[in-house]
């Protein structure tokens, strides 16, 4: 016996073969779904961006602010508003976030402070001390050298200080023959008060006595060296000469104030 439909086909028909399963195709839903996941994954992504900064900031916010800062020195080259404007900036600096080396970087950026170290006391004030640069002498008659080698403008006519010149290019070989001049000439009791240090490379110093030694342009250390050699011979004559000439290969030329000439050594 056979079930179902026992019809013959019609002749020069052709029999459709039908899958066992019937495949069914919707397009639109699976991107409806694509955008649907897409969106649930932005959601989530800012869920947790938020949710990070929140707690970040609930971290954050509660801080460590600086109270106040305590500075007791009596400044004598630094601008008083412009460091006093700085330290109001520093109260209420978070310390969990600006470190106290921001802040001693900050007061040390200041023209005239050479060094400041802090202190934390608890909870948030800040003891503060500083070390101003010294000016040590004057350059070119309208800046002055600090002993860390720094140049200011000022006006120079309030320091009674060594008078330095030359050109800028050799600040540190000036600061460098004015310091060694000075230590050998102390000794003597002397004093430089003026270096010069010309465009063509020539050396002259004179002492705050007046005593005035030409040194030239080559072999200057050599020619210093005389020049103290002639120095400690003539030590109870020293009050009396005029200038040392060391501009020599051999030897020196010196003048006296109260005589007439000059006499070589």
């Known amino acids: ?90 109260v209420g600096r978070n310390l969990l976030v600006t470190s106290v080396q921001d802040i001693k970087a900050d007061i040390e950026a200041l023209p005239w402070i050479a060094t400041a170290e802090i202190q934390i006391d608890w909870p948030g004030v800040l003891t503060l001390d500083v070390i101003e640069e010294r000016p040590v002498a004057i350059w070119n008659d309208n800046e002055l050298i600090s002993q860390t080698g720094k140049l200011f403008q000022a006006d120079t006519s309030d320091f009674d200080l060594p008078r330095l010149y030359g050109d800028i290019a050799r600040l540190d070989d000036v600061m460098t023959n004015y310091l060694n001049f000075n230590r050998a000439l102390f000794d003597f009791g002397q004093i430089v008060h003026e270096l010069h240090l010309t465009s063509g490379g020539s050396w002259t110093l004179e002492t705050e006595t007046g005593l005035l030694i030409r040194l030239g342009g080559s072999d200057v250390l050599a020619r210093f060296n005389r020049s103290l050699q002639f120095m400690d011979t003539a030590r109870q004559q020293l009050a009396y000469i005029d200038y040392i000439d060391a501009r020599y290969n051999n030897g020196i030329a010196y003048k006296l104030l109260k005589k007439a000439g000059a006499a070589s050594a």
Request: charged content about 20%; proline content about 4%.
């Open 1 to 90: 016996m056979s079930w179902g439909n026992t019809s013959q086909p019609k002749k020069g028909a052709t029999l459709k073969k039908t899958s066992a399963k019937t495949r069914l195709h919707f397009p639109a839903l699976k991107i409806r779904v694509r955008h649907v996941l897409v969106t649930l994954g932005l959601v989530v992504v800012s869920w947790i961006a938020v949710a990070s900064q929140t707690a970040f900031d609930s971290v954050r916010l509660p801080g460590w602010p600086v109270e106040s800062v305590v500075f007791d020195q009596v400044l004598i080259y630094q601008d008083v508003g412009q460091f006093d404007q700085l330290l109001k900036s520093v």
